[in-house]
């Protein structure tokens, strides 16, 4: 049975860090792209980060560029986001997407989602 499931979300005071990480089952991990896409209340699904089944091609949307990693080990099928400097504006829920072949901004175009993870940057 295919599964992904988030953890890591919680509450931090702007300039905190955490970590989410994106446990995989079910299907052939190494096979698979895997993103993190984010959804603020009123807004639209946006990808935030990507990587490639190798690890040879990573991407970050503009707003998170120096400030969040992306990472896989593929021995524990697991892709984690280290996310540092956070922003108020990073406030969303965070859900992990994999799907087969290159990276993709458009969240349609994956195959399977997790169930999210809430994360509140907050003083």
């Known amino acids: 049975q295919l599964q992904l499931v988030e953890s890591g979300g919680g509450l931090v005071q702007p300039g905190g860090s955490l970590r989410l990480s994106c446990a995989v089952s079910?299907?052939?991990?190494?096979?698979?792209?895997v993103a993190w896409f984010r959804q603020a209340p009123g807004k639209e699904r946006e990808g935030v980060s990507c990587i490639t089944r190798s690890g040879g091609s990573i991407n970050y949307a503009d707003d998170v560029k120096g400030r969040f990693t992306i990472s896989r080990d593929n021995a524990k099928n697991t892709v984690y986001l280290q996310m540092n400097s956070l922003k108020p504006e990073d406030t969303a829920v965070y859900y992990c997407?994999?799907?087969?072949?290159?990276?993709?901004?458009?969240?349609?175009?994956?195959?399977?989602w997790g169930q999210g993870t809430q994360v509140t940057v907050s003083s």
């Open positions: 997407a994999v799907r087969g072949g290159q990276c993709s901004w458009y969240a349609g175009s994956w195959n399977y």
């Open positions: 079910g299907f052939t991990f190494t096979n698979q792209a």
